[in-house]
């Protein structure tokens, strides 16, 4: 199982304050650990949903004011994480 930053992702992590990372990266091992142990995406105990429109087939994060937009291979168990980000900002650009 593996965890791909894009670019976007990562150069929002580098500005982010140290709690605001935290948070993210606790998050994201919640989501890795239950793909990896179950099976399934966590959506009764994360804030995660299904996306629509131009952004279908991608899920949603939210954590506090912020937003990761990611997807998950659950065949490889693989997550890539496109993009975090402030919850206006991250949906404006389609990746």
């Known amino acids: 199982m593996v965890i791909k930053f894009r670019k976007k992702a990562i150069k929002f992590l ?15 091992k919640q989501i890795f650990i239950a793909i990896e142990d179950q099976g399934i995406i966590p959506f009764t105990e994360l804030d995660i949903k ?4 131009d952004w279908e087939g991608f899920y949603r994060l939210r954590i ?8 998950v291979d659950i065949d490889s168990k693989d997550i890539e994480i496109y993009a975090i980000g402030a919850r ?5 650009n389609k990746l």
Request: proline share 0%; aromatic share 6%; hydrophobic share 30%.
């Open 14 to 28: 580098e500005k982010a304050n140290h709690e605001d990372v935290e948070n993210i990266r606790e998050q994201i």
């Open 64 to 71: 506090g004011k912020n937003r990761i937009i990611f997807t």
């Open 88 to 92: 206006g900002d991250v949906y404006k």
């Open 50 to 53: 299904k996306m629509k429109g």
